[in-house]
């Protein structure tokens, strides 16, 4: 197996021709005709990740969040993204992120958020011609404000969550993983009365009469990729080995207390 048929396998599912123009996704680290023998999937590239693969004979990562986003002047030891590309290359591990591609896709980050509500009808929010960012359906029973909390905290298994003054009924959702406030017109544009993403700032919450805000966190709005992918790359290759981060529930890097 080569690096390069694992990100041929991802990008049937999330091309790279469909990510943000401000994106890094794809191919950050190694080359397409290296030869591979594991691949752990995990959020993001981290040192603690690369190591992980090392220890479990892993020779490429595959994440959601990219390791590099912007130009690399120097590396610098003790700056954690200098640490883990000087570890990934020392190690020779391969490194891939999926992710602005996995945003835009619907069998992706949002289409999963709305899969674990058990939406119906779900379509993408941002059509852009069978892509695009977002995700909105119907609940199974519409719900007021303070049930339809209740029932996000469930099936996202959160303890918090912040959201703005309830609204009397819920019938339609929508929703954005990650850092979704530029989605919030699109979604009361679509009738939903909830929108559902993380990263929302302060202001945003003195919402319109009917329409309601959730900030459930960027990492657990998105994590449930890393499920995806994992069964993108197993499925396309079932005898290769591929293995979920067992550092995952433990990567968040946003402390609650």
Known sequence: MRVGDITAAIEQFAPLTIQEGWDNSGLAIGSPQDEVHGVLVGFDCTKELIDEAVATG????????????????????????????????CAGVAVYAAHTTADKVIAGVSGAMARRL????????????????????TLPEPMSGEEAAVYVKEKFGLTVLRCSKPVDRIEKVAMCGGSGSSEIEAASAAGAQLYISA????HHFFTPEGFMLMDIGHFESEVEIVDVLCKVISEKFPTFAVRKSGNLGRSNPVRYF
């Open 58 to 89: 892993c020779d490429m990562v595959v994440t959601h969040h990219p390791l590099i986003f912007h130009g690399i002047k120097k590396l610098t030891p003790g700056d954690p993204v200098s640490d883990t590309v000087i570890a990934a290359v």
């Open 118 to 137: 058990g939406l119906r009808d779900i379509a993408i929010l941002e059509d852009e011609g069978g892509f695009g960012l977002g995700a909105v359906g």
């Open 199 to 202: 990263d929302i700032s302060y």
